[in-house]
């Protein structure tokens, strides 16, 4: 079984963990994501024998990805979900990737915060992978070396505006406010021969009890072997950066050719798109604030268990 890598606080102080029966604090001063996995894996393998066993109703579950971490994000990577946002279910010519800002990184627990001005919030698991090494230059990356690229899975949840992402034509503003990325409860760092895993996991979301997504990662169109090593060919990874995979579907979002012709449309002024786009969807089961989400990504066999979690929905207050 791999290691379950929990980041965590305690009295003011943030802390890293290995989680089994109990919690063992990993032993060593690590500030980022890249530090322990470049130069704290000896602690945390040794961790159960080594490291003092935590009280877990005394410490606050924080995001085990740190914010020094780019996020590289994957869109309309099931076919269903292509469907639902427009698009023809075929697998299409190119990979759409797009960023998130860090900021958006928040814990399994934390409640998300919608912006006043947003109508329209969206819900998006994913299944994250967690870089293993430095990538600085163009690599093929195949089944055979995929485990020494990728440290570990993690649950994500890429929740988005899409009054802003739509309308705007702006994804990464639509997907970067504040705790946009609820990530964790911890990193699953990979065994020898679990990365045979990758497409053999489960993804669900409920909200409110109410199943929204489920699916299994043998589904996705682009793998992670042709991600990583298109995005190498263009841009640097590091140890420690998050990449989302994409999202199923069952998403509130609902597009097709009439409510995109009027958004494409720059005739129509922009007061209008918003309000043909938000009476186009404001009955497909968008979060609303007291809505709760429940995610979990699991092998059928639990082998690999990726924990529960767990954020509600609660408005910004307005400031006036």
Not at 119 to 137: A, N, S, W
Not at 259 to 268: A, E
Not at 274 to 292: M, R, T
């Amino acid at each position: 079984m791999g290691i379950k890598l929990v980041r965590f606080q305690q009295d003011d102080a943030n802390q890293w963990g290995v989680l089994e029966d109990e919690l063992y604090v990993v032993n060593g001063s690590y500030q980022t994501l890249r530090d322990i996995l470049t130069t704290g894996m000896e602690d945390v393998v040794t961790a159960k024998q080594t490291g003092q066993i935590v009280n877990q109703s005394d410490i606050t579950i924080l995001s085990p990805v740190t914010d020094d971490a780019n996020i590289y994000c994957q869109g309309t990577n099931y076919s269903a979900h292509r469907v639902e946002a427009g698009f023809s279910q075929q697998k299409p010519p190119y990979n759409l990737l797009f960023t998130k800002a860090p900021s958006t990184l928040t814990s399994a627990t934390a409640n998300i915060v919608c912006p006043a001005h947003v109508r329209l919030l969206d819900y998006e698991i994913e299944l994250g992978i967690i870089m293993k090494q430095d990538v600085t230059e163009a690599v093929v990356v195949k089944e055979h070396n995929l485990k020494d690229y990728i440290a570990g899975f993690v649950i994500t949840n890429d929740v988005s505006a899409r009054d802003v992402q739509i309308v705007e034509q702006q994804w990464f503003k639509g997907k970067s406010y504040r705790g946009f990325c609820p990530t964790g409860p911890y990193i699953y760092l990979l065994e020898d021969g679990e990365i045979d895993y990758l497409e053999r996991l489960e993804l669900h979301l409920s909200v409110n009890g109410e199943t929204r997504q489920q699916v299994k990662t043998d589904q996705l169109l682009f793998k992670p072997t042709e991600t990583l090593t298109e995005m190498s060919s263009i841009f640097d990874l590091k140890t420690g950066d998050l990449v989302l995979t994409g999202t199923p579907a069952g998403v509130g979002l609902r597009l097709n050719a009439e409510i995109l012709g009027i958004i494409y449309d720059n005739s129509i002024p922009f007061e209008e798109k918003i309000e043909a786009f938000y009476n186009s969807q404001k009955d497909n089961g968008y979060l609303q604030p007291g809505d709760v989400m429940r995610l979990e990504i699991k092998s059928e066999d639990g082998v690999i268990d990726l924990g529960v979690q767990e954020n509600k929905i609660v408005q910004a207050v307005t400031i006036k």
